[in-house]
């Protein structure tokens, strides 16, 4: 079990809303990273953050946005909610610049209604 | 950017052994491997960095052509609790991590 935590592990919303996911970084580690995973797909790249910035992001709309806390603890909100954002959302916690393995959290099921 | 897997699915007996490959239309920087079993969070198995480079963990093994823009995971005497899904994951010097699809793998006595 790595010591990557997020929260909430299931959250129901309705199409429209926004909806903040946490994510806690395993100790010594300075990046987070965001994936979307849906049924049955490999995790898709959603962004980057380091040193409270973002540092990459994949192919996903700007209503997808982060942040990244002093404490190298993240967030990811989304707004305006769509069906078909209802996925598996992970986070993943690394060291930058030294290309070592992620370790990821638990996730956080985003059922969208 | 997304990587591209092979096979989509695999099913083994126990002790039989089984290769994924993963290729990339990028040049890649490394190549990472997870295992994803259902409901859990993907767990990492190894990176490789080099050219050629070959890592093992014992009885999974993989290699990365740095030129071909290619590696490959190689499952050695399967177990039961190889089953999964195995992602390849790789990033080029911008260390933004992407997955492949994943290959499907189901081990039976």
């Known amino acids: 079990e790595t010591g990557v935590t997020q929260s909430p592990t299931h959250l129901i919303k309705t199409r429209g809303q926004q909806v903040t996911l946490r994510c806690s970084s395993q100790?010594?580690?300075?990046?987070v990273s965001w994936y979307q995973q849906a049924l049955g797909q490999g995790p898709q790249f959603i962004f980057q953050?380091?040193?409270?910035?973002?540092?990459g992001r994949g192919n996903f709309p700007p209503r997808f946005s982060g942040l990244q806390f002093p404490n190298y603890s993240s967030e990811l909100n989304v707004n305006a909610l769509e069906l078909d954002d209802s996925a598996l959302y992970l986070c993943?916690?690394?060291?930058?610049?030294?290309?070592?393995?992620?370790?990821f959290g638990q996730g956080t099921r985003l059922t969208v209604v | 950017q997304q990587p591209v897997q092979s096979p989509q699915a695999v099913i083994l007996r126990e002790g039989e052994d089984a290769v994924i490959n993963c290729s990339s239309s990028?040049?890649?920087?490394?190549v990472h491997w997870y295992r994803q079993k259902h409901g859990e969070a993907p767990v990492f198995l190894m990176i490789?960095?080099?050219?050629?480079e070959q890592k093992g963990h014992e009885k999974i093994s993989a290699s990365f052509n740095e030129k071909k823009q290619q590696s490959s995971l190689y499952l050695t005497a399967s177990q039961l609790s190889y089953s999964g899904t195995y992602f390849c994951?790789?990033?080029?010097?911008?260390?933004?991590?992407?997955f492949g699809t994943g290959t499907r793998l189901t081990v039976i006595p």
């Open positions: 100790s010594g580690h300075n990046t």
């Open positions: 953050y380091y040193r409270e910035e973002e540092n």
């Open positions: 994951g790789t990033s080029g010097r911008a260390n933004n991590l992407f």
């Open positions: 490789l960095l080099k050219g050629g």
């Open positions: 993943a916690s690394s060291v930058q610049g030294m290309n070592t393995e992620a370790f």
């Open positions: 990028k040049a890649l920087y490394s």
